[in-house]
């Protein structure tokens, strides 16, 4: 893809922001940081549109609740159409991590994780939200 440059007019208080999120958050130039603030606010566009997005969904758990991995199941097959794939990683004896890959209308993704976020036991739990382009 072909680069294009423009110039930027920005006021001293935002584009002291700008540098001060270049350098916490270690982008390599303001070019890059521009960059990725537009890709975000792409993708969070296209979740507020409903569009099919795709994302992952993180669960952190106690196995030794069985209910909860009965549950988790149970939900898991209700939406598994959106289900890309699952990858569990036993982090300690009694912790698990699980993370969902996941691709569809944002809505749907985000039903999904709300009903597995309120299943009694889950320690923590977070929806990343990507795009599928
Ligand atoms: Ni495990």
Request: charged share 30%; hydrophobic share 40%.
């Amino acid at each position: 893809m072909q680069v294009k440059r423009f110039g930027v007019s920005l006021d001293e208080d935002l584009l002291t922001i700008l540098d001060t999120f270049v350098k916490n958050e270690k982008f390599p130039n303001r070019s890059q940081a521009i960059r990725f603030l537009i890709k975000k606010n792409t993708v969070e566009e296209k979740w507020k549109g409903n569009k099919v997005v795709a994302g992952a969904i993180i669960l952190v758990y106690d196995h030794h609740k069985r209910e909860l991995q009965n549950i988790s199941t149970q939900i898991q097959h209700d939406y598994h159409h959106l289900i890309l794939c699952v990858q569990h990683v036993h982090l300690d004896h009694h912790n698990c991590l699980e993370t969902i890959a996941v691709k569809g209308k944002a809505k749907e993704l985000t039903e999904l994780a709300d009903k597995l976020k309120a299943i009694k036991g889950i320690k923590h739990s977070k929806l990343v939200m990507s795009t599928v382009d």
